[in-house]
């Protein structure tokens, strides 16, 4: 007796599709045997499947059975099979059912008792299961709003292996589930951000404009000044600048966090942009991903959000440089023994640093020396901080902005989030107009030939340009960043033309590099 189900397992953060092959004869000593370069919890299926299957009343015959998982040369890894291989099991000792259970594929992990357990990556498995060309899952119940992210798949819930040979003796019964877009969209619409708001930040209008300038070209943002001066709270607030998220943005995000066990159960989804802060003590595999089963780290966590650094400089430095790559190709590949994985990481960098130890750098209550400064410093490297597009000093509040009575204060009652985020949307709109029909969404992807279209100055500012290029001798890259954060500027502004403001603002934000990591004039 022979039968084959079709089951999914998980890659990096895609899904593949494994065969569960199973052969019972009569030929040689009772035994149950898998094969097919299985990980221990896949391994220890045998027992669990054996015995969810007598405890719901299904008695092996004793026989010799063996259960093979295609591809052989591809490791599987976690509990999801145990659902498939129970069934493949059953479709041997039961004829009738290979008809139904051959145009479906099976997930879930098994309880001793038979109960079927939910798991994780679901949305990455009925993903493999429609592109494998299915139609209909059988997942366990508590998964079943997850699957249902998936357009065209049907979506049946089951509660034990009972239930599922009922599903496959009548298949007429399984009612399932199938996509909602509208019931997405509005969970999405209904979801509740909860960030801080802006209007919290007493003064800070320089770094408020640095802040609406990297969240409407997509920045890289790099807020440098004295201790306790709002750099970390002007960074928390950041998220809730940047356009909402879109249901096609969820449910990628999503995949993610699912494959992590970090999905919310009801809805489902991830129904705001992600605000990732890992702690200076995070690990290069914790930040990158991978690990003996590969998983997504801080990095794709971070994907479609925010992937905040505070106190930059007490990461480690292999740590930082870890960051170069994925920072230009919104990608990052963990190569291991068993091939080469690709995660996302198409994520917005914030970092928030002290100028010194003491954190009062460069004010006269300063008490570091300039060796004990510049050691300080110098735990950034210099092609890191090339890969900032804004840097912002963040001063002091004066005492009059700080409690409400200064001119300045009054003349920015009212400016809260919301109305950031209108203009920052409305950027937003400039560069989808502009960038229609190629794979560039926001300035800070521009690559050259991006640039010289998009960004070309009047004759008199190319001069200015010149200057200022000669004058803080700019990388070929630091240039380009200057040329794109100008351009954002100017969509700020509603300007389609970059003008001398512009440009005067991107300078601005490449001045720290030279005051505090003395970049040569």
């Known amino acids: 007796m022979f039968s084959k189900i079709?089951?999914?397992?998980?890659?990096?953060?895609?899904?593949?599709?494994?065969?569960?092959e199973t052969d019972i004869s009569s030929g040689g000593l009772p035994s149950l045997t898998m094969v097919g370069y299985l990980s221990e919890e896949v391994r220890e299926a045998q027992e669990r499947v054996r015995t969810a299957l007598r405890n719901s009343g299904f008695l092996l015959p004793p026989r010799r059975i063996t259960i093979n998982l295609s591809p052989a040369?591809?490791?599987?890894?976690?509990?999801?099979?145990?659902?498939?291989?129970?069934?493949?099991?059953?479709?041997?000792?039961?004829?009738?059912?290979?008809?139904?259970a051959s145009q479906a594929v099976f997930l879930g992990e098994l309880g001793l008792n038979g109960e079927v357990k939910p798991v994780n990556g679901m949305i990455s498995r009925v993903y493999c299961a429609r592109q494998a060309g299915f139609s209909r899952c059988f997942v366990p119940r508590e998964n079943v709003k997850e699957g249902t992210a998936v357009e065209g798949m049907e979506i049946i819930g089951v509660s034990n292996l009972l239930e599922q040979a009922e599903f496959l003796r009548h298949p007429e019964t399984a009612a399932g589930h199938w996509f909602d877009g509208k019931s997405f969209e509005k969970s999405l619409?209904?979801?509740?951000?909860?960030?801080?708001?802006?209007?919290?930040?007493?003064?800070?209008?320089?770094?408020?404009?640095?802040?609406?300038?990297?969240?409407?070209?997509?920045?890289?943002?790099?807020?440098?000044g004295p201790a306790g001066t709002g750099k970390t709270m002007a960074a928390r607030r950041l998220p809730s600048i940047l356009p909402p998220i879109t249901l096609e943005e969820s449910i990628e995000v999503s995949k993610n966090y699912s494959i992590c066990g970090l999905l919310p159960k009801d809805p489902p989804l991830i129904t705001k942009r992600p605000f990732r802060a890992p702690h200076h003590s995070v690990t290069a595999q914790s930040l990158a991903g991978g690990g003996r089963n590969p998983r997504p780290g801080e990095i794709s966590l971070a994907s479609g959000g925010v992937l905040f650094l505070d106190e930059l400089a007490e990461f480690p430095?292999?740590?930082?440089?870890?960051?170069?790559?994925?920072?230009?190709?919104?990608?990052?590949?963990?190569t291991r023994l068993n091939g080469i994985l690709e995660f996302p990481a198409d994520f917005m960098l914030v970092c928030a640093m002290n100028p010194c130890r003491c954190g009062q750098f460069p004010s006269e209550r300063c008490t570091c020396s300039e060796s004990q400064i510049r050691r300080y410093l110098g735990k950034i490297s210099g092609p890191f901080l090339d890969r900032i597009d804004i840097g912002v000093e963040v001063p002091p509040v004066p005492y009059g902005e700080l409690r409400g009575t200064g001119r300045a204060e009054k003349s920015q009652a009212g400016e809260s989030s919301a109305s950031m985020r209108k203009r920052v949307e409305k950027a937003r709109k400039m560069q989808e107009k502009r960038f229609a029909g190629s794979p560039v969404r926001c300035n800070s992807e521009m690559g050259s030939v991006e640039i010289k279209e998009f960004c070309s100055l009047l004759p008199e500012d190319e001069t200015f340009l010149q200057a200022v290029y000669r004058q803080y001798g700019f990388s070929a890259r630091g240039f380009d960043k200057l040329l794109k954060v100008a351009r954002t500027a100017a969509d700020l502004d509603g300007e389609w033309q970059i003008g001398r403001v512009h440009l005067c603002e991107a300078v601005s934000y490449r001045s720290f590099e030279q005051k505090y990591w003395g970049a040569k004039k």
Do not use: W
Not at 6 to 20: D, F, K, P
Not at 73 to 100: H, N, P, Q, W, Y
């Open 317 to 334: 430095g292999r740590i930082l440089d870890l960051l170069r790559q994925p920072l230009e190709e919104k990608r990052i590949t963990v």
């Open 189 to 224: 619409e209904q979801a509740e951000e909860n960030f801080p708001d802006y209007a919290d930040i007493c003064g800070q209008t320089t770094v408020k404009r640095a802040m609406e300038t990297a969240a409407a070209g997509r920045h890289s943002c790099l807020l440098i």
């Open 73 to 100: 040369g591809l490791r599987k890894d976690g509990t999801a099979f145990d659902l498939a291989i129970a069934v493949s099991i059953l479709c041997c000792l039961e004829e009738g059912l290979s008809e139904a």
């Open 6 to 20: 079709i089951s999914c397992g998980i890659r990096g953060v895609e899904g593949y599709q494994a065969a569960i």
